[in-house]
């Protein structure tokens, strides 16, 4: 009877090593409990109030930052900052694709407002995208390059920057450069304003386990020791393989989750996360800014 | 003002390991780890004594450990020592190696920490950078405590996340060479067991005190997925056992109520 009770009773989420083992403790057990549950309500409408400021806030941002589609109002936004990041990095979510700005095409849309953006601060050279599932790299890298460029022609018009799209775990790219031997403009070869990078959940561990598997491959066939297994060299196949580390990385979602996001490439990068924020909305980009160029790196100083 | 009623040191205190058991009555996070910034900062703005910083922080980690363990946290890991802190001046490397020397004698000796709580300490980190008296201190430590198993506290003394993860490949490497394990049976589980942390259960919680938003190489495979990250404005010395509470009652909340989400392996 009380074994029974007590199984019953007992919360599913709490550790299965604590439930008690006789009647005191199972009477001490659910008197603390429903402590708990009372915490819980408490801090339930701590949330709540919380979630209320963190959205008017959010609020706050878009009304005091609108770069009507117009780059000169970017860099004048970005004027004052002491300095920018080279490489800018973004984790954005796959939205339910039946709500409007969902699905693979708002992800698109979003990358090429981001991207926009990016050109539009004038230092933001790399651009790496992480979403998760990685839903995107199943489409042609052309069909995708299409649609970012025409959403970027709405901030830039004839005036387009020049930008390259690339899939670090496929190892495409696009344009290439070098498309079917003629020699393409030299602006688009090496001088891209922006490179973007699309990420996903494979380029993390997934990419260190393959890496150590080619590694060990190596070291059988005798042409590696494992004591010549250096960070550095680590570094260099990492760099090569997925992305170098960004300076910056703005989480876009409400709660602050890396979601497996590349664990080698986010050593000393910063991080910026708007609790509660829900969209990718240039206000949020912007404070991203601005708290970057207030910041101070020393390394192990 | 109001602490210095008569009384009231002990009611706190007694305050804080109740709401501790209350916790431990739902669901408590497995592994939480420390970046504890902020110290020398606390100790200019003071005008103290560097030295002095580091002893407050020390204050503070040993009630915020106790508070854990209360609540049922079973690996406490903390970034005493990173190897880029070989770059500062050799004076103060010199005095964070004697306050480390001093603080583990401490917790041995006394044993308040280790004996009541059963505490295991675990020295994580690169061993060869290490000055012989501090690896031999460290291994005493390691061997006194070795036979608690209420709770691990996971002190990474040298280290960086990427020298664990090299550590990690090279050690998969080399049972590879051995032929104790096929290349194409590598998994993340292999990698993951051949790292420090390779023992402790996955990180729940991660907290950086001082208002600091990156890693600065600490824990980067662990917390990059499905891990709670808090980055607290507090310096150290001043991040208290009631903001523990509140990290620990969120925490709480969150895999009650947001279970389904966590599902998904984003909550």
């Given at each position: 009877m009380f074994t029974r009770l007590n199984q019953m009773l007992y919360p599913s989420s709490a550790n299965p090593k604590f439930m008690p083992s006789d009647p005191w403790s199972f009477i001490c057990f659910h008197v603390l409990h429903t402590v708990l549950l009372v915490f819980h309500l408490a801090y339930s409408l701590v949330h709540f109030?919380?979630?209320?400021?963190?959205?008017?806030?959010?609020?706050?941002?878009?009304?005091?930052?609108h770069h009507n589609?117009?780059?000169?109002?970017?860099?004048?936004?970005?004027?004052?900052?002491?300095?920018?990041?080279?490489?800018?990095?973004?984790?954005?979510?796959?939205?339910?694709?039946?709500?409007?700005?969902?699905?693979?095409?708002?992800l698109v849309a979003q990358i090429s407002e981001i991207a926009a953006w990016?050109?539009?601060?004038?230092?933001?050279?790399?651009?790496?995208v992480y979403e998760r599932t990685g839903c995107l790299k199943s489409y042609n890298i052309k069909d995708v390059y299409k649609l970012v460029e025409e959403g970027m022609r709405s901030y830039y018009g004839s005036e387009?920057?020049?930008?390259?799209?690339?899939?670090?775990?496929?190892?495409?790219?696009?344009?290439?450069?070098?498309?079917?031997?003629?020699?393409?403009?030299?602006?688009?070869?090496?001088?891209?304003?922006?490179?973007?990078?699309?990420?996903?959940?494979e380029d993390g561990r997934e990419c260190l386990v393959d890496l150590t598997k080619t590694l060990s491959e190596l070291a059988i066939a005798k042409k590696l020791k494992p004591r010549d297994i250096t960070v550095d060299v680590i570094d260099e196949q990492m760099n090569m393989l997925v992305v170098t580390e960004p300076e910056l990385l703005i989480v876009f979602g409400p709660q602050l989750d890396l979601q497996g996001f590349p664990p080698w490439q986010i050593r000393l990068t910063e991080i910026y996360h708007q609790p509660d924020n829900d969209a990718v909305t240039y206000g949020v980009f912007l404070k991203a800014l601005q708290s970057f160029a207030s910041c101070k790196q020393n390394v192990g100083k | 003002m109001l602490s210095t009623l008569p009384g009231i040191q002990g009611f706190l205190s007694w305050g804080k390991t109740c709401v501790a058991r209350i916790l431990a009555t739902g669901p408590v996070p497995r592994h939480v780890a420390f970046v504890m910034d902020g110290n020398r900062r606390y100790a200019r703005e003071r005008q103290l004594e560097t030295r002095e910083g580091h002893s407050k922080g020390f204050e503070s980690l040993a009630q915020i450990l106790e508070l854990c363990y209360d609540a049922g946290v079973e690996d406490v890991t903390v970034f005493a020592f990173s190897i880029e802190n070989f770059k500062r001046t050799p004076r103060e490397v010199e005095s964070l190696m004697e306050i480390a020397k001093e603080r583990l004698t401490q917790i041995c000796e006394s044993g308040e920490l280790a004996e009541q709580y059963g505490i295991r300490i675990r020295v994580l980190g690169n061993r060869s950078l290490l000055r012989k008296d501090v690896a031999e201190l460290f291994d005493k430590a390691q061997t006194m405590t070795k036979g608690h198993t209420r709770a691990t506290l996971n002190i990474c003394f040298p280290y960086t996340s990427r020298d664990d993860i090299a550590h990690g490949i090279r050690g998969v490497v080399r049972d590879a060479e051995k032929g104790e394990i096929e290349?194409?049976?590598?998994?993340?589980?292999?990698?993951?067991?051949?790292?420090?942390?390779?023992?402790?259960?996955?990180?729940?919680?991660?907290?950086?005190t001082s208002g600091v938003c990156r890693f600065s190489d600490f824990m980067l495979w662990e917390s990059h997925q499905g891990a709670h990250i808090e980055f607290v404005d507090t310096l150290w010395p001043d991040f208290g056992v009631w903001r523990m509470l509140a990290i620990l009652l969120k925490w709480s909340w969150r895999k009650a109520y947001l279970a389904d989400q966590a599902e998904q392996g984003n909550y």
């Open positions: 109030v919380q979630y209320v400021a963190h959205r008017i806030k959010i609020r706050g941002l878009a009304i005091s930052y589609r117009t780059p000169q109002l970017i860099s004048h936004d970005v004027a004052d900052l002491t300095k920018l990041p080279n490489h800018l990095a973004v984790i954005v979510d796959l939205q339910d694709g039946s709500e409007e700005g969902g699905g693979v095409e708002g990016c050109c539009g601060t004038g230092e933001i050279k790399q651009l790496s387009m920057p020049s930008i390259k799209i690339d899939v670090p775990h496929s190892g495409a790219a696009h344009p290439t450069g070098e498309s079917n031997g003629k020699v393409v403009n030299r602006k688009t070869d090496n001088k891209n304003d922006l490179t973007i990078h699309l990420l996903s959940e | 290349p194409a049976d590598i998994t993340e589980q292999t990698l993951a067991s051949h790292m420090y942390t390779g023992n402790s259960p996955p990180l729940d919680i991660l907290i950086r």
